[in-house]
């Protein structure tokens, strides 16, 4: 066999073992099929039945929220992002206290008017149980509408044609003209956060900001005192930590509304190749024979050339000095840039991702009621006037 026949035959071999690595359409479509299965026992504040759906002959995964219920997780709940949640994360950002009065005034109108309407369930299409999630740069409108008119149809059957169907994770960097073509097609589009997007990291120019400078700095400090850990490479007693890590900054820190995860989620995020997680571990010179656990962890998922901080857990008690959370945000970072990709650093430390490049945008749900009674329609058509009059423009203009 010649020198150049052997080259090929060991980079088929190569793909073949690592074939999950590199097809993350089929990552998807694995977690997909385990969402539809067991996805309502993965998230315990949104257990909700997960169905799936075509779209250009991709499977999607489908929420469906009957519960009208202003306690579920944010991320499968509009009643919980323009009720409870909100209110919660009044007292997070730095605003004066009239207008913190005056929002959550609006809070609990909206919360009320959803409630009393039946409008705080709905189906959520092409949603994963996540804050962000991702679309690909050839959805289109018509896509859209068809997969619409499809569970219309499913949930008609299931009697469920009261709800309303929910498209989140909308943005203007991305998804502009659809935006436009949604709503020139009967979608309402409400704001439903602020993101950060760091799109310039393929620039030699995203490494002189003074605090990455700072970030690399303290990486190369540390990097003999711990180690990176794959998630593949992950024991039982990792994903447990990880999740714990988890809950004590997302969950008991912040709003309690975030995604309440079980394990397993992380577990099948992770085998399925969805999400790639990257542990961070304190290294024990002294006793190699057991390991330390977790400091913490980042989770990031890909489409195309778009990449997202999903997930993500650090050590409180640990000293400010180690800055686990610059670290695992600087992983993120520089995972995205060796792939010259795009990052959706979700929402919130504002100020902490514009140093580092990124810049805020506001996120958008796109909502489709035409087959509902007329008087559902009105009531949510009022509260969509009064959001967009009072709370767009400041979410468009302020950075949080």
Request: aromatic share 14%; hydrophobic share 40%.
């Amino acid at each position: 066999m010649g020198w150049y026949a052997h080259r090929l035959q060991l980079i088929f071999y190569f793909i073949m073992q690592n074939k999950l690595s590199l097809n993350s359409s089929q990552h998807r479509q694995d977690f997909v099929e385990v969402l539809c299965t067991q996805g309502n026992h993965f998230v315990n504040n949104a257990p909700f039945q997960v169905t799936s759906t075509e779209i250009n002959n991709e499977k999607v995964p489908v929420i469906w929220n009957t519960s009208n219920n202003p306690q579920t997780s944010w991320i499968a709940s509009l009643l919980n992002s323009y009720g409870p949640y909100a209110r919660a994360e009044l007292e997070l950002i730095h605003t004066p206290k009239y207008l913190r009065l005056f929002f959550a005034g609006l809070s609990y109108i909206a919360q009320l008017s959803m409630q009393m309407s039946g409008l705080g369930s709905g189906i959520f299409l092409d949603h994963w149980f996540l804050a962000t999630n991702i679309y690909p740069s050839n959805r289109t409108t018509n896509d859209i509408l068809l997969a619409v008119k499809n569970l219309i149809k499913e949930a008609a059957d299931k009697n469920l044609n009261n709800l309303p169907i929910i498209i989140r994770s909308l943005t203007p960097i991305f998804h502009a003209d659809m935006i436009n073509e949604l709503q020139q097609n009967g979608f309402l589009l409400i704001p439903t956060r602020q993101v950060w997007i760091a799109s310039n990291l393929h620039e030699p120019s995203w490494r002189r900001h003074a605090d990455v400078k700072r970030d690399l700095r303290l990486e190369k400090k540390y990097t003999s005192q711990s180690e990176w850990v794959a998630g593949t490479d992950f024991s039982d007693d990792d994903f447990e930590r990880a999740l714990f890590l988890y809950n004590q900054l997302y969950r008991k820190k912040y709003p309690p509304y975030n995604p309440d995860y079980s394990v397993d989620f992380f577990k099948t995020a992770v085998q399925t190749g969805f999400i790639q997680f990257y542990g961070l571990r304190l290294v024990n010179h002294s006793d190699t024979s057991s390991k330390n656990p977790l400091s913490g962890f980042v989770g990031l998922t890909r489409r195309e050339n778009q990449f997202a901080t999903l997930i993500l857990g650090y050590d409180l008690e640990l000293p400010i000095q180690y800055g686990l959370y610059r670290r695992l945000m600087l992983k993120a970072f520089l995972e995205t840039e060796k792939h010259r990709g795009i990052l959706h650093c979700s929402a919130g430390a504002g100020n902490f991702k514009a140093q580092r490049g990124a810049q805020f945008y506001p996120e958008f749900a796109a909502i489709w009621m035409q087959h509902l009674p007329g008087y559902r329609q009105s009531i949510f058509k009022t509260l969509n006037k009064i959001i967009n009059t009072f709370i767009t423009p400041y979410a468009t203009k302020k950075q949080f």
